[in-house]
Nanobody, 127 residues
Framework: QVQLVESGGGLVQAGGSLRVSCAAS????????MGWFRQPPGKEREFVAV????????YYADSVKGRFTCSRDNAKNTVYLQMNSLKPEDTAVYYC????????????????????WGQGTQVTVSS
């Protein structure tokens, strides 16, 4: 089992920045690729970003490319999502998720590929 806990969400004005974190515990963190998803109000969960087990590869949704950066610190068992130039349409509950690195192909965007999920953190961007 892998336990994931997100933090760092909050309220920010449009154009601002926010960094959300996801702390993992349980199994060896570096065995997992880590993804970020979000669920806007009234909409389905959507892919945001994914990072490989080593951090050397990342992949982003077109909607966040150039504004969001995903990174990880395997020594701290933590993955981060730095969000810049935030827009009101970025408002959502943000979730981190873990998938076995040997199975996940970077570029896969389906939630069903991930085995473990955090509880989510709310990000609200005001206009």
């Amino acid at each position: 089992q892998v336990q994931l806990v997100e933090s760092g969400g909050g309220l920010v004005q449009a154009g601002g920045s926010l960094r959300v974190s996801c702390a993992a515990s349980g199994r060896t963190f570096s065995n997992y690729a880590m993804g970020w998803f979000r669920q806007p109000p009234g909409k389905e969960r959507e892919f945001v970003a994914v990072i490989s087990w080593s951090g050397s590869s990342t992949y982003y949704a077109d909607s966040v490319k150039g504004r969001f950066t995903c990174s990880r610190d395997n020594a701290k068992n933590t993955v981060y999502l730095q969000m810049n130039s935030l827009k009101p349409e970025d408002t959502a509950v943000y979730y981190c998720a873990a998938a076995p690195a040997t199975r996940l192909r970077i570029g896969t965007t389906q939630p069903s590929e991930y085995d473990y999920w955090g509880q989510g953190t709310q990000v609200t961007v005001s206009s």
